[in-house]
């Protein structure tokens, strides 16, 4: 009970530094935002996903709002879900759906990941890619933990450090913006190198920022689906 109060103290004060940044984040140029992100957006952060580059540099207080709910609602269901082994009860899958399970989940999982680690250059990015890592879990929990065999991908203490690890590594990154580039989440400021955009290595902190919200994503849905699984 005392590392999760302890937790949700960091949490608090981390917010709070990032909200005190806020008055520090420079005006926004006169002209238009579509003619800010369409015609300096590679250039000023370095993604050609224009997508990623809003939610991760021009907008990324607003992504870790977006975070933060995840967070709270994994953390709420884990203070109140009963505190059982994970069950559901039913009939036991044929030996077919659950060799076509380990045959497939390994390719999806790599699609997760890449859909992460490329969302800076391609479509996708952290939040899409946490979603089809969390589809992995909960479709092996779905398929594992019916009739007597009750197996989980991945052991809930793995699921919630990951998901702590995404938050505070993205609340991480921005207090170097804060440090270094003189407001929160603040990438190019922060002197880190651009690269080329189109390239892997591109980007600044967006890349970071992107895994982060692709564990936080991920490990946050699982533990909300597998504590909805817990049954009395």
């Known amino acids: 009970m005392y590392n999760k109060f302890t937790v949700l103290v ?5 917010l709070s530094l990032g909200l005190l940044s806020i008055w520090h984040i420079p005006p926004a140029a006169e002209r238009p935002m579509l003619a800010e992100y369409t015609d300096f957006g590679a250039v000023e952060t370095g993604a050609t996903n224009q997508v990623t580059a809003i939610l991760f540099d021009y907008r990324g207080f607003d992504t ?6 995840i967070f709270a609602a994994a953390t709420i269901l884990f203070f109140f879900a009963p505190r059982r082994q994970v069950s559901m009860l039913g009939v036991k899958f044929s030996i077919l759906v659950r060799s076509g399970v380990a ?10 990941f890449y859909v992460i680690l490329f969302g800076h250059i391609s479509p996708g990015g952290g939040f899409t890619g946490g979603v089809v890592l969390a589809a992995t879990t909960i479709i092996f929990s779905i398929t594992y933990s019916l009739g007597t065999e009750r197996r989980l991908i991945m052991s809930t203490d793995w699921k919630k450090f990951f998901e702590n690890f995404g938050l505070l590594l993205f609340l991480a990154v921005g207090l170097i913006g804060m440090g270094f580039g003189g407001y929160f989440l603040a990438n190019a400021p922060t002197g880190v190198p651009l690269g080329r955009p189109g390239e892997f290595v591109s980007g600044g902190w967006i890349p970071v920022l992107n895994l982060a919200s692709g564990l936080k994503v991920g ?8 504590n909805m699984l ?3």
């Open 219 to 226: 490990a946050g849905l699982a533990l909300i689906f597998v």
């Open 103 to 112: 045959l497939i989940l390994p390719f999806v999982m790599v699609f997760g």
């Open 230 to 232: 817990t049954e009395d």
């Open 10 to 14: 960091m949490l608090a004060i981390l």
């Open 64 to 69: 870790l709002g977006e975070a933060t709910v």
